[in-house]
């Protein structure tokens, strides 16, 4: 039977099937309403100044989205329906970088936070936390609620994070330098490491990146292995750990993170390309190259959450700061929308991590 969740979700699909807002669209930057008919595949959302990195991003269930910056220790909201300036969210002033992101429950999100150098791509030991993000209060005029959840001194890289059990506060954070995957308590603020194994970890013999984005799919935990090229997965228990074999899923180029439709498919960002794989492992590009500036240096994809967005995957980028397109061109960081023209929409909903759990895990919605 589904809940009042479940409920939201399905009203949504029927509106999403029927109804392409354009007066809930009519301040788009272009400044003109958008038709799901004449909507570019393509559209840049914001653009950030030069040399700005973003790291990742969430999206609100009210359709904003919160982005992450690696070369600032800033976490912003950006709005996708009205070209107006980012807004900022909080910064973090004893760090230098914002990495993973990911929703506990409606407006309440758990971030990664450290210092890590976008010049020199290295880390600084002891420095990496997991915070708590709450912007309930903020529904009201007041600034979000902030606090930390735990330092992890030992964490190398605290990339990608994703939520475990929303109803426990238990979230995954990967340690790309590592291979670590922890588990930690966001109420308690214990953590432990749950997943190790060579495909986690970086090629012997180097430091490189390695498990970097993570999201959990009908009992599987996905990966990225940056370094080595691959997606992996494992099946993981209501804790977090292996209950079976880790297994390369597919091959890559150099994959960042990730986002799942309701359909199993994989939206994944490498080297200024979107790539879509399919459950049986199969992969095409579906926007970028390595020679355009419309996904310079992608980092990250979630999907729009509201009846206007549904068929929407919002990626986010560094503007080529990691790889520049043709080897020497760099832009800002930008956030763009990817309209996919699903023909069944709902294959390309997916529901947030809380919205998820809520849900049947046989659900053909099921999703994380």
Same mark, same amino acid.
């Given at each position: 039977?589904?809940?009042?969740?479940?409920?939201?979700?399905?009203?949504?699909?029927?509106?999403?099937?029927?109804?392409?807002?354009?007066?809930?669209?009519?301040?788009?930057?272009?400044?003109? %309403?958008?038709?799901?008919?004449?909507?570019?595949?393509?559209?840049?959302?914001?653009?950030?100044?030069?040399?700005?990195?973003?790291?990742?991003?969430?999206?609100?269930?009210?359709?904003?989205?919160?982005?992450?910056?690696?070369?600032?220790?800033?976490?912003?909201?950006?709005?996708?329906?009205?070209?107006?300036?980012?807004?900022?969210?909080?910064?973090?002033?004893?760090?230098? &970088?914002?990495?993973?992101? *990911? !929703?506990? !429950?409606?407006?309440?999100? /758990?971030?990664?936070?450290?210092?890590?150098?976008?010049? $020199?791509?290295?880390?600084?030991?002891?420095?990496?936390?997991?915070?708590?993000?709450?912007?309930?209060?903020?529904? +009201?005029?007041?600034?979000?609620?902030?606090?930390?959840?735990?330092?992890?001194?030992?964490?190398?890289?605290?990339?990608?994070?994703? $939520?475990?059990?929303?109803?426990? @506060?238990?979230?995954?954070?990967?340690? &790309?330098?590592?291979?670590?995957?922890?588990?930690?308590?966001?109420?308690?603020?214990?953590?432990?490491?749950?997943?190790?194994?060579?495909? *986690?970890?970086?090629?012997?013999? $180097? %430091?490189?990146?390695?498990?970097?984005?993570?999201?959990?799919?009908? =009992?599987?935990?996905?990966?990225?292995?940056?370094?080595?090229?691959?997606?992996?997965?494992?099946?993981?228990?209501?804790?977090?750990? /292996?209950?079976?074999?880790? !297994?390369?899923?597919?091959?890559?180029?150099? =994959?960042?993170?990730?986002?799942? +439709?309701?359909?199993?498919?994989?939206?994944? #960002?490498?080297? %200024? #390309?979107?790539?879509?794989? $399919?459950?049986?492992?199969?992969?095409?590009?579906?926007?970028?190259?390595?020679?355009?500036?419309?996904?310079?240096?992608?980092?990250?994809?979630?999907?729009?959450?509201?009846?206007?967005?549904? =068929?929407?995957?919002?990626?986010?980028?560094?503007?080529?700061?990691?790889?520049?397109?043709? @080897?020497?061109?760099?832009?800002?960081?930008?956030?763009?929308?990817?309209?996919?023209?699903?023909?069944?929409?709902?294959?390309? #909903? /997916?529901?947030?991590?809380?919205? &998820?759990?809520?849900?049947?895990?046989?659900?053909?919605?099921?999703?994380?």
């Amino acid at each position: 039977m589904l809940g009042i969740s479940g409920i939201k979700l399905v009203t949504q699909l029927v509106l999403g099937l029927s109804v392409w807002s354009a007066s809930a669209n009519a301040e788009i930057a272009a400044g003109h %309403s958008v038709s799901r008919r004449d909507a570019p595949l393509l559209r840049d959302v914001w653009v950030f100044p030069n040399q700005t990195w973003i790291e990742n991003i969430a999206v609100r269930a009210n359709g904003q989205l919160l982005v992450s910056l690696l070369t600032s220790p800033d976490l912003y909201q950006v709005n996708p329906f009205k070209e107006e300036p980012p807004t900022l969210i909080h910064k973090f002033t004893d760090s230098a &970088s914002v990495f993973g992101i *990911t !929703e506990l !429950e409606d407006d309440v999100f /758990a971030v990664s936070v450290g210092n890590y150098s976008a010049v $020199t791509f290295s880390t600084t030991p002891g420095t990496w936390s997991i915070w708590k993000v709450d912007l309930r209060p903020a529904k +009201d005029g007041s600034p979000a609620a902030i606090s930390l959840v735990t330092k992890i001194p030992e964490a190398g890289v605290l990339n990608g994070v994703t $939520t475990l059990d929303a109803d426990a @506060g238990l979230v995954l954070a990967a340690d &790309s330098v590592k291979g670590d995957v922890y588990r930690i308590d966001v109420s308690t603020g214990e953590y432990k490491v749950v997943l190790k194994d060579d495909l *986690t970890s970086p090629e012997k013999g $180097t %430091s490189k990146l390695a498990v970097n984005g993570i999201h959990i799919f009908k =009992g599987f935990l996905y990966f990225t292995n940056s370094y080595r090229f691959f997606l992996g997965r494992v099946p993981i228990d209501a804790q977090g750990s /292996a209950i079976g074999p880790f !297994e390369k899923f597919a091959d890559t180029k150099l =994959g960042d993170d990730f986002a799942i +439709d309701g359909a199993g498919n994989i939206f994944l #960002t490498q080297e %200024s #390309t979107l790539v879509k794989i $399919t459950p049986d492992g199969k992969s095409s590009v579906l926007a970028g190259s390595a020679n355009s500036t419309d996904l310079a240096g992608d980092t990250a994809a979630q999907f729009g959450r509201t009846a206007n967005d549904l =068929g929407t995957l919002y990626v986010v980028t560094n503007g080529g700061i990691s790889i520049p397109v043709n @080897g020497s061109y760099v832009s800002g960081g930008k956030v763009v929308a990817v309209d996919l023209h699903a023909k069944k929409q709902q294959e390309y #909903t /997916a529901l947030s991590h809380w919205q &998820s759990l809520q849900l049947y895990i046989g659900s053909p919605f099921y999703i994380s």
